[in-house]
C-alpha cells in the first residue's frame, strides 16, 4: 500500500525557516512526481510545489517562488520542502502527494493526485 508520512512542521517565527520532509513508503518514489500542498483553516487546500519524477523540472506557485525550495533523494525515498523567509500566510497543514505513476506535474491540481499523506501542521507566528 502506498504511503505517504510528512514531518518536520512546527512553529516558527515570521522570517524563519523549516524543511518539510516526505517519507515514501510501499513504494518506490523515483516512478512519482510528488507535489506539495497546504490547506489553511477556512481555506481550500492549494498546491504549492511539484518535482518530477527525475528531478529536473520544479514548478512552484507565485506565493512562494524564490521562498521555497523542493528537493527528493530517490534513494531515500524521500522529497523535501525547505521554507526560508516564512511568512504567517503560511500557516497551514502541509501535504505531500502523487498522481498516478507515470504521469507528470503538469499543475499539479489538488484532484489529479491520487495519493495523500496525513500532512504535519505549519504554523508561523510571533
Known amino acids: 500500500q502506498l504511503q505517504f508520512v510528512e514531518s518536520g512542521g512546527g512553529l516558527v517565527q515570521p522570517g524563519g525557516s523549516l524543511r518539510l520532509s516526505c517519507a515514501a513508503s510501499?513504494?518506490?518514489?523515483?516512478?512519482?512526481?510528488i507535489g506539495w500542498f497546504r490547506q489553511a483553516p477556512g481555506k481550500e487546500r492549494e498546491g504549492v510545489s511539484c518535482?518530477?519524477?527525475?528531478?529536473?523540472?520544479?514548478n512552484y506557485a507565485d506565493s512562494v517562488k524564490g521562498r521555497f525550495t523542493i528537493s527528493r533523494d530517490n534513494a531515500k525515498n524521500t522529497v523535501y520542502l525547505q521554507m526560508n523567509s516564512l511568512k504567517p500566510e503560511d500557516t497551514a497543514v502541509y501535504y505531500c502527494?502523487?498522481?498516478?505513476?507515470?504521469?507528470?506535474?503538469?499543475?499539479?491540481?489538488?484532484?489529479?493526485?491520487?495519493?495523500w499523506g496525513k500532512g504535519t501542521l505549519v504554523t508561523v507566528s510571533s
Open positions: 502527494a502523487a498522481p498516478p505513476r507515470g504521469q507528470g506535474c503538469g499543475n499539479y491540481p489538488v484532484d489529479g493526485m491520487n495519493y
Open positions: 518535482i518530477s519524477r527525475g528531478g529536473g523540472i520544479k
Open positions: 510501499g513504494f518506490t518514489l523515483d516512478n512519482y512526481a
